[in-house]
């Protein structure tokens, strides 16, 4: 079925949000937990990366066993790089959504610019 998609669409999630004490719109998004979550995240994925980095490094150098002693150190190394960098990535991008949950749920996620006044959504 075609849509001809002439009415204006909305995100379902971005309904306007306001004071529940002064009504206001001027508010701040704290973030917090994202922003914690993401670092942890990263530190915590990069050490896993790094536990695994033996394991990429065994596997580069297997790797680059067919291409003789020098495959063997180029293959190490790539597979120790990527496994640290992977670690690391996933790690930020897994604790930052871990982190925008909590900050939906669990904390008082919005300021109030007007009245200072914090609330969670
Ligand atoms: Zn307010």
Do not use: H, W
């Not at 306007?16 to 937990?33: Q, T």
């Not at 003789?68 to 991008?93: E, K, R, W, Y």
């Amino acid at each position: 079925m075609q849509n001809t998609n002439d009415s204006p669409s909305f995100d379902n999630n971005n309904e306007p949000i306001s004071c529940p004490c002064c009504k206001s719109r001027r508010l701040k998004k704290l973030n917090y937990g994202k922003r914690t979550g993401g670092t942890i995240g990263t530190i915590a994925g990069a050490v896993a990366g790094g536990a695994s980095l033996i394991g990429g490094a065994e596997l580069g150098a297997t790797v680059g066993l067919v291409s003789g002693p020098f495959g063997i150190v180029i293959g190490g190394f790539a597979g120790a790089l990527m496994g640290a960098l992977l670690g690391g990535a996933t790690g930020c991008s897994v604790g930052s959504k871990l982190g925008a949950v909590i900050d939906d749920r669990i904390l008082d996620n919005f300021q109030c610019l007007d009245c200072k006044y914090t609330f969670s959504q």
